[in-house]
Structures are given as C-alpha cells and as structure tokens.
C-alpha cells in the first residue's frame, strides 16, 4: 500500500459529568486526509485545503504526532500529508485531534499496522501538546477507537471504549465565536467541595451505566457537570435557552463541548435530534448569531478508511 485517504471524525470531550475522563465520536463531520509514502525519509505536510494551518511539520499536529510515532519505528521510507480541513480550529469539537489522530492512523496503515490503535494514542497525544501543552486525549482517544471512550488513568495510560447505545444520536452546534481553550480552562476552579465531588461522581457513575444498558433515561439524568459548566457557560451565548429549548425538544440532556464554544446534546433517535437542531437554530438565528450546526449518529468505528 503506497497511499491511503482516510475520514478523521470530530470528537465531543467531556460530555458534561465527564469533565477530562469522557469523549466520544461523531459521525458526520470530520476532515479527509490522504497519506502517502514516500522515498525521502521523514514527514512532510504537502497541502492543506479548508483552513489556514501551519505546513511546518513542528507547528501542526498532524506532523508533531507523526514524528513522535517514528521515533518509536525503523522505516526505509517517509510519509507526505494532505489534509483536507472541514473541522474549524478552536470549535471544541476536537479539531486538532483529528489531524493527530489521523496522521498517526494512516502511517500506521502504511506500516502494515505495526502499533495497535490503543498503542497510537500516545503519539496522538503528543500532537495535542503542541496545542494545548498538555498531553491530553479526551478528544484522540475518541478519534482512534470510535464510540465513547474513558481516560480511566494518565499514569499509566488507561483507556477504555464504551459502545454507544445504537439509538444515540448528538445535535451539536458550534457559534462562530472564539473561546481560547487557556481561557475557559482557568474560569475552572482548582479545588471542589466534597459535595460537588459527590454529586459528579454519581453522576459519573450513573452515565457509563445507562451507556452499558442503553438506559437512555439513566443516560439523560446523569448529564449534569458539577466542575467546568457552571464556570464555563458565562462563555458561549445564550447557553441557558439552548439546554432549555434541548429538554423540551425532546433531548436527554446538554452541555458544553470540550471548552466551548460547541454545545451538545444527546437524543434517543434521529428524529428528536433533528428536532433540538431546529429548536437550537432558532435560539441563534433570533439572537442574529452565526452558527454551525451538526446531527450525528455516534461514530463506532472512529477514524475510516476511504480508499
Ligand atoms: P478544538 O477546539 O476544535 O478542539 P483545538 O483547540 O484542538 O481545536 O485546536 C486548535 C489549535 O490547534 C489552533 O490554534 C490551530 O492553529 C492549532 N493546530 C495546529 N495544527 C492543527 C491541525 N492540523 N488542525 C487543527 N488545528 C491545528
């Protein structure tokens, strides 16, 4: 195999009681990479269509995340990336991820799939640094192994897939605002009251189980964030009216993607997604506010080849 053209999906981090544990895949908006091989050693990044990113393989993920997985391997040969960029930068909906995820994805297959997929998050991870400083793989780990995933432990790196119930569906909408991610992360408060610790841990708790007995009644009570929302929500426009207009529109529950300023919310069935779509439109289209927005069927298999 000399080349491969890959789909790199969109992630949601966090997913309200997960705040840094949770993240899960979607399914209908991602970017397209194409990977080739090459005979000059090394990576280089040809081309990037969609947005205006660094080529500089030291400043894109996408080229820090490969490097560090061709540390860890011999090869005879190098890799060229194309990227083709449909997840904006700064969305919250892991944009960064999927250009590191995808890289290491598609060297990897190029390889003969020397790495297993748990094994390619680290480098992936690394990509992420660049940007965020931390080596953190709340939206990679999603990427990599599809459906929903939990960062159990960093030291060591445990993390464990959780197959989404077949019926979940995500509505997520992205206000074509900027959120600076250093900026929603020191609203977060350093210490938390034994009462909020409580309260998220059941709630925790209660997510995964309605994930491993598609409970989508348990799923919907235990959306709630003790930690980063509370902090965060002062950040994304009207975020009140759209986890209000979510619920009677049928939603399980809402809350903030990654840092912001995505927000999401999770549906039993296509249909009431489609529903919260129109319902968080016209909240923004009555506000004049400029908006993406998305419905997707949880993402099973993460990153996809297509040829
Ligand atoms: P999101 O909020 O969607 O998760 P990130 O915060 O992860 O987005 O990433 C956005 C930052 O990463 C931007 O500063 C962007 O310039 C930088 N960046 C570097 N390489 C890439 C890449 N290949 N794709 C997207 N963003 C990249």
């Given amino acids: 195999m000399k080349e491969i053209k890959i789909f790199a999906p ?3 981090a966090n997913i309200s009681c997960g705040f840094d544990v949770l993240g899960m895949c979607l399914d209908t908006i991602g970017d397209e990479m194409i990977i080739r091989k090459t005979s000059k050693k090394g990576v280089l990044i040809s081309k990037i269509v969609g947005q205006v990113l660094p080529l500089d393989i030291t400043k894109n993920v996408a080229g820090v995340a490969a490097l560090t997985l061709l540390k860890n391997i011999e090869t005879p ?8 960029k449909n997840i904006k930068p700064g969305s919250g909906i892991g944009s960064s991820a999927a250009s590191a995820a995808g890289a290491v994805f598609g060297i990897n297959k190029l390889l003969g799939e020397p790495f297993s997929l748990q094994e390619l998050i680290p480098f992936a991870m690394e990509g992420e640094k660049l940007v965020s ?3 953190h793989a709340d939206n990679v780990a999603p990427a990599l192994l599809g459906d929903f995933t939990l960062i159990r432990s960093y030291k060591p ?9 077949k019926e979940l569906y995500a509505t997520v909408i992205h206000p074509q605002i900027e959120i600076k991610t250093s900026d929603a992360r020191n609203l977060v408060k350093q210490t938390v009251s034994l009462n909020k610790t409580i309260a998220q841990m059941g709630n925790i708790g209660g997510f995964i189980s309605g994930l491993y007995t598609e409970n989508y009644d348990l799923i919907g009570r235990s959306l709630h964030d003790e930690i980063a929302e509370p902090y965060r929500a002062t950040l994304i426009p009207a975020f009140e009216n759209l986890k209000i207009v979510a619920k009677k529109a049928g939603a399980l529950g809402s809350g903030i993607s990654g840092s912001g300023p ?6 039993k069935g296509k249909e009431t997604a489609i529903a919260v779509k129109n319902a968080f439109a016209t909240i923004y289209k009555n506000k004049s506010i400029d908006f993406e927005i998305h419905v997707s ?3 099973s298999e993460g990153i996809k080849i297509i040829r």
């Fill in 10 to 12: 969109a992630t949601v």
């Fill in 77 to 84: 040969f190098g890799f060229d990336i194309e990227i083709h």
């Fill in 133 to 135: 400083g931390v080596a």
């Fill in 157 to 165: 790196l445990d993390i464990i897939k959780i197959t989404a119930p």
């Fill in 262 to 267: 995505s927000v999401f919310a999770l549906s």
């Fill in 297 to 299: 069927k949880i993402n």
